[in-house]
């Protein structure tokens, strides 16, 4: 023991230092190391297996169709009326979108579309834009977006 800890003993009594004898005298208790059953291997290894077949069946490949979600942040890259329909068709009463990326990029492609609808639309959209004090996207950001996206996305 260090000196201080004599020290420390001394002031507090025998009966203290009999403890710490006593403590000093036992073993060290050591966890005992774990061991995992092989079964606990092969049901790890069976469920990454079984997730990556699900990511293998249902991961993009060439050729398939957009998935709705895909199709949700790309459709204002187009200027048809199929695109325009599935943005209108989409709109919140409140004239936003699932998150404000979509609502300024949907409201900028409602800006560029022809219609009474489209019109109306883009009113409550920039409407509910100008509460959260956004702006729809510029024409040249939504080309931008449209030119990344098609640069990734087969659209």
């Given at each position: 023991?260090?000196?201080?800890?004599?020290?420390?003993?001394?002031?507090?009594g025998p009966g203290y230092r009999e403890v710490v004898e006593r403590l000093r005298g036992c073993e060290a208790v050591r966890p005992a190391p774990r061991r995992f059953a092989p079964a606990a291997y092969l049901a790890a290894a069976s469920v990454a297996a079984?997730?990556?077949?699900v990511v293998c069946v249902f991961a993009a490949r060439p050729g398939r169709t957009q998935s709705e979600a895909t199709r949700a942040?790309?459709?204002?890259?187009?200027?048809?009326?199929?695109?325009?329909?599935?943005?209108?068709?989409?709109?919140?009463?409140?004239?936003?979108?699932?998150?404000?990326?979509?609502?300024?990029?949907?409201?900028?492609?409602l800006r560029r579309a022809e219609g009474e609808g489209a019109a109306v639309a883009y009113?409550?959209?920039?409407?509910?834009?100008?509460?959260?004090g956004l702006k729809p996207l510029t024409d040249e950001e939504l080309d931008l977006r449209s030119a990344a996206a098609r640069s990734i996305v087969r659209l």
């Open positions: 023991m260090t000196r201080d800890l004599e020290e420390t003993l001394a002031e507090l079984a997730l990556l077949g942040y790309t459709a204002a890259y187009g200027r048809g009326e199929a695109e325009i329909a599935a943005i209108l068709a989409s709109q919140r009463a409140d004239g936003s979108w699932a998150n404000d990326f979509l609502t300024r990029q949907n409201a900028a492609a009113k409550r959209a920039a409407r509910y834009l100008k509460s959260k």
